[in-house]
């Protein structure tokens, strides 16, 4: 092997490089342990390119003690005002016993009723899950479907009805098939509604559009602008909408890795302009981009960037584009 590897941009960009990493190529593993043999010092430089492609395994935040004290005070609260809500009504009739002071008694326990307990339940009835910048969560439905959240999402869902679910951010879904009532699983975005059986797809509803990728099974989006309001995808297929322009932006083949590889913590591009890798970044990271530079704005680029080291992910745009990146206070200023 000739060729010289002096940047991120080199390992990424070569073809033996992304078979070993992706593929898991023996041939081009033998070549590849046997570069770093004679380049001991590139081995950081090499590791740094393999986790762009691969990503970085993301390492779950549990809550802090003190965190989980609060919730388990506030939970006790709750339950003693339901009781306390719940007895004050029997207290009452204990006392009274005329007709005219049950009808009374009746009328504030009514109220009772309404003012201390149905809050409470109401309050029950919506599930969510949600995800903060650079984080990442794996859920599992009371119907024994399975999300990965990506970061910076939410999940809703009735507790009765887990099966229908509304989406802001992205999230992967491997849902259960019910064949003994044939029930469907709904995912509804500002944009459209996903309606499945049981398949595993992905939803990324971010930037006014919807974009749903189907690795497997069948899928039907619901709500769209086209002649039957519906469409069945098949798999390997993506669709991108925008309800706000009323058209299928996009509609081609697509690979999984290109569509799913944030579960394993990189974020991938295939000939995309430096505007839309911005708009990603920032939806994952919450950073702001100041982009003062000319030269870089019809760069395409090909290839991965980690969705939980934002170190990395800021290096990566610098050798791909040829910038600079200073941060002044909480913006990121590009430039040539």
Known sequence: MKKEFTNLKD?????SFNRWILEKSEKDSLIWEEWLTNHPEKKELLED????????????SLPTPSKVESELELLH??????EAAYKQPKQIFGSLRSNRIWAVAAAIALIVATTFMMPYFLQDTIIEH????????????????????????????????????????????????????????????NDLTVKVLGTTFNVNSRNEQTKVFLEEGKVILEGIAVA?????????????????????IEKREAKALENISWRNGVIRFTEVPLSTVL??????YGIQFDNKSNNSTDKRFSG????????????????????????QDAVYI???
């Open 11 to 15: 390992f990424i960009k070569d073809v």
């Open 49 to 60: 390119a393999a986790n762009i492609l691969m990503g970085i395994q993301f390492k779950v």
């Open 77 to 82: 609260l709750s339950i003693a005002a339901k």
């Open 130 to 189: 949600q995800t903060a910048f650079g984080e990442f969560k794996e859920l599992q439905l009371p119907d024994g479907s399975k999300v990965a959240l990506n970061a910076n999402s939410t999940l809703k869902y009735e507790a009765n009805t887990p099966r229908k679910v509304w989406l802001e951010g992205e999230a992967f879904f491997e849902v259960t098939k019910k064949t003994d009532t044939g029930e469907n699983f709904q995912v509804l975005t």
């Open 228 to 248: 039957q309001n519906t469409l069945e995808m098949i798999p390997g297929e993506l669709v991108r909408y925008s309800k706000k322009d009323k058209k299928i």
């Open 279 to 284: 708009k990603e970044i920032t939806a994952i």
């Open 304 to 327: 991965g960037i980690p969705n939980n080291n934002l170190t990395i992910a800021l290096e990566t745009l610098k050798e791909i584009y040829g910038i600079e990146i200073e941060q």
């Open 334 to 336: 590009i430039k040539e």
